[in-house]
């Protein structure tokens, strides 16, 4: 019977002086400019007082408390707390607009909602527009929980079964799906990280890992952060990844280890070199998504050693290429390893021939079941829950091979899924935003290729009659989805054509967009707004 708080408390009463969160200086930022660096006593106590307040008002097992408080120590501070309770967390993303947060909101059918100062006003209208109409408290300024408004909480401790957690990960039926995650599922992959030994080995007590993942996420939150408190170690939080500061936040913060997205590495080599990318201390990455010759190009020019992985918010643990052989010349997440399992199949579920390209399927091999230390399912969605689940493995919908020994090639997501600067698109939810606009009369997104950014959306756009499909009217439909969905969902890319391809079943033929495999970026008329996308680095 343990939790992540019991967890945390455990490791604070053998580490009290150990630093566990880290926040490097920065003078451009508003709050702690100067930086701070919290013990893990020191963080207990701050999680002790905000326990209390929330005893107080009646929080515990079966209430969900949405969090937008950033890349910010009050995040960890008010979920640790919470958690003390049995409470469970759902974090939003701050790039989310009122639409995309009123959803989480109802669908979560959160009881409160904990911000930031400056976004208390927003978050008070859109919580009034949802059913339950849950109170909004300011994590800078706090005084008190705001009491609960109705429903008592389950009776008993908070265990390892207990929901601890709501991500939000995009699906492809256009809602983002809420991914119940327990304190067993959040806790193994957090010890499965520091665990994983080889090319990632973490000394307890001693390494401070910088990662620029956001805490709504699984890797910025269970893999990284609760890795490094299961183990004793130092979490180094950034608010937001930024190329150019990156090398003096990992000199100023004493980074030993790094956490990667794919677009991390690449913007890094982008940038001039700097006094401050040779006087490092980092031993190795770890991440995912980073190709072959760009994770060479990179440790010869920064001395560390990347090594790739693959999971994703419902499976929690990883696949990591941290073992000889290695493949480096093929873009490997590694292999069967500590229990968890992988096979590849093809559509009916049969097993693939090594080096043939299926689906790749993970379960846990121990006793405990297939299921164990995965995510708990789907929020409100059990149907899609089990249709993942069939035959006992988790579909993962990622293309994969595998070779004779076993090592897994990463070859595509099978998914209708846009992955851009480490976030999942679905690009259902923007068909059906741009479907919405009087302008147009059909709409087809996917993903193309971006040198930086991993993917990039493109939106295939059929107009109208009478309505130009010119640079004017794709600014048009930029601001419209601007006004709609999150920055980093909008169209970087629009086309527009006289007709989209469907199959006999009147679906989208997405695979006959673009004949012979044809760049669409070369095509006649393409309209590029990547520029208007850039926002703080992205």
């Known amino acids: 019977m343990y939790t992540v708080f019991s967890t945390f408390a455990a490791v604070a ?30 963080v207990l ?47 939003i993303s701050p790039d989310l607009v009122p639409a995309e947060i009123a959803y989480i909101l109802e669908h979560s059918e959160a009881d409160l ?36 408004q109705g429903g008592a909480f389950l009776k008993g401790p908070p265990t390892d079964e207990s929901e601890a957690a709501i991500l939000y990960t995009s699906g492809t039926t256009g809602r983002p799906k809420g991914c119940v995650l327990t304190n067993r599922a959040m806790l193994a992959t957090a010890r499965s990280y520091v665990a994983a030994g080889g090319a990632i080995t973490f000394y307890a ?19 990284t952060t609760l890795g490094m408190m299961v183990s004793g170690n130092c979490i180094i939080l950034l608010e937001r990844f930024r190329p150019s500061q990156f090398w003096r936040d990992a000199v100023a913060a004493r980074a030993t280890v790094m956490h990667y997205l794919g677009v991390v590495p690449a913007m890094l080599m982008a940038q001039p070199d700097t006094p401050e990318e040779h006087a490092h201390s980092i031993r190795f990455g770890s991440g995912g998504g980073a190709s072959p010759a760009l994770i060479a190009r990179f440790r010869h020019r920064f001395g560390i050693a990347l090594t790739e ?34 096979r590849v199949v093809d559509e009916h579920d049969k097993e693939v021939p090594h080096g043939t390209i299926g689906e790749l399927c993970v379960r846990w091999a121990g006793p405990e079941g297939p299921r164990w230390g995965f995510f708990a399912g789907y929020l409100k969605d059990p149907q899609a829950t089990e249709i993942g689940w069939r035959g006992g493995w988790w579909h993962t919908g990622d293309a994969v091979t595998m070779e004779d020994d076993g090592t897994l090639i990463f070859v595509d997501r099978r998914k209708n899924i846009i992955r851009r600067s480490g976030e999942n698109i679905a690009a259902a939810e923007v068909e059906q935003m741009l479907a919405s606009h009087p302008a147009v009369a059909q709409a087809a997104v996917v993903a193309v290729a971006d040198d930086i950014r991993e993917e990039e959306v493109l939106a295939c756009v059929v107009l109208k009659d009478g309505v130009q499909g010119d640079l004017a009217t794709a600014h048009l439909l930029f601001d419209y989805c601007g006004e709609n969905l999150a920055y980093f969902k909008v ?24 004949p012979g495999n ?17 926002r703080g680095g992205s």
């Not at 630093?19 to 919290?38: H, K, N, Q, T, Y």
């Not at 919470?82 to 409470?87: F, I, K, P, T, W």
């Not at 006289?498 to 006959?512: F, H, L, N, R, Y």
Request: hydrophobic residues 40%.
């Open 13 to 42: 009463a053998g580490s009290h002086i150990r630093p566990f969160i880290c926040v490097p200086p920065r003078d451009d930022r508003s709050w702690l400019p100067e930086g701070a660096e919290f013990t893990f006593g020191e």
């Open 45 to 91: 106590s701050r999680v002790l007082k905000l326990q209390s307040d929330y005893a107080a008002a009646g929080y515990g097992q079966g209430h969900r408390a949405a969090l937008l408080l950033e890349n910010r120590p009050d995040f960890l501070f008010h979920f640790l707390a919470l958690n003390s309770l049995g409470a469970s967390i759902v974090p």
């Open 113 to 148: 909602v904990v911000g930031l100062s400056s976004r208390l006003d927003a978050l008070r209208h859109v919580a009034r527009g949802v059913p339950k109409r849950p109170p909004v408290a300011d994590a800078e300024l706090w005084k008190e929980a705001p009491p609960v």
């Open 205 to 223: 007590g001693q390494d401070r890992l910088i990662s620029p993942l956001p805490l709504f996420h699984v890797g910025g939150l269970c893999l």
């Open 309 to 342: 992985g693959w999971s994703m918010t419902e499976v929690g643990r990883c696949t990591w290429n941290n073992y000889e052989s290695h493949h480096t010349a093929q873009p490997c997440i590694g292999r069967s390893s500590d229990g968890l399992e992988a």
């Open 491 to 514: 169209p970087g890319w629009v086309l527009f054509m006289s007709e989209i391809p469907t199959t006999g079943s009147q679906k989208v033929a997405k695979s006959q967009l673009f």
């Open 518 to 534: 044809a760049d669409p970026r070369t095509y006649a008329g393409i309209h590029d707004l990547r520029v208007l996308k850039r």
